[in-house]
C-alpha cells in the first residue's frame, strides 16, 4: 500500500498526532522502530546524573531557588542534590 499520499487523519492514534508533530517521515520511523512495544516518555527529559553536574556547576552559592525553577524541581530536591555534592551549606 503507498501511504506517501495520506494525510494525519488516516493514521491511527498516536501516530496521527506523530505526523502532526514531526512529520510523515519520522513517524514512518518510529513506527519500525517501535511497532508492537509499548513505549512510554518520561516527563523528565534530561537524566539525573546530567542534571546533579549542571546544578553543580550553575551553581553560585545564591541561585538554588532559580536552578529550581530553571530545571522544574523543587527548592528541596536542588539543595538535597547540591547537599550530596557537599556544595550547599
Known sequence: MDTS???SSCFNGA??????????????LVHSYFAGQYVTFPKRLL???YLYEQI???YDGTNA???AR??????????????????YK
Open 15 to 28: 501516530y496521527k498526532e506523530f505526523v502532526e508533530l514531526i512529520g510523515y517521515q519520522n513517524t514512518l
Open 56 to 58: 553543580a556547576k550553575e
Open 47 to 49: 537524566s539525573e546524573q
Open 65 to 67: 531557588k532559580e536552578l
Open 5 to 7: 499520499r495520506l494525510d
Open 70 to 87: 530553571k530545571y522544574d524541581y523543587s527548592y528541596s530536591w536542588i539543595r538535597k542534590i547540591l547537599k550530596k555534592k557537599a556544595i
